[in-house]
């Protein structure tokens, strides 16, 4: 299993940014899926999951302003990220098989892509 992370960038505060998540493999779609983000000197978070169908949850930082989806015909998983802080700023890693209880982790992570918000 293989995920690519994209659409990571530099946007000002109060933007928005659209990340992609392309995976391979035919789990996908009975998955779980995840975003999550590290910012520097941080632990890993989680911003948001997506079940299989598409039950979603939110950690604290993804919550109002996030909206994760999914398109099981393209194996693609977005997180669209609005009102875009400062605070914001990480590298944001897609996962496939996240736990929508958050009882076990991810079975696997993408590489992740850099967000940085200016101010």
């Known amino acids: 299993v293989q995920l690519q992370a994209s659409g990571g960038g530099l946007v000002q505060a109060g933007g928005s940014l659209r990340l992609s998540c392309a995976t391979s493999?035919?789990?996908?779609?009975?998955?779980?899926m995840g975003w999550h983000r590290q910012a520097p000197g941080n632990q890993r978070e989680l911003v948001a999951l997506?079940?299989?169908?598409?039950?979603?949850r939110y950690g604290f930082s993804g919550k109002g302003r996030f909206t994760i989806s999914r398109d099981n015909a393209k194996n693609m998983v977005y997180l669209q990220m609005n009102s875009l802080k400062p605070e914001d700023t990480a590298v944001y890693y897609c996962?496939?098989?996240?736990?929508?209880?958050?009882?076990?982790?991810?079975?696997?992570w993408g590489q992740g892509t850099q967000v940085t918000v200016s101010s």
């Open positions: 996962s496939l098989g996240d736990s929508i209880l958050l009882t076990t982790p991810p079975q696997y």
């Open positions: 493999g035919n789990i996908f779609r009975t998955s779980t």
């Open positions: 997506i079940t299989s169908a598409d039950t979603t």
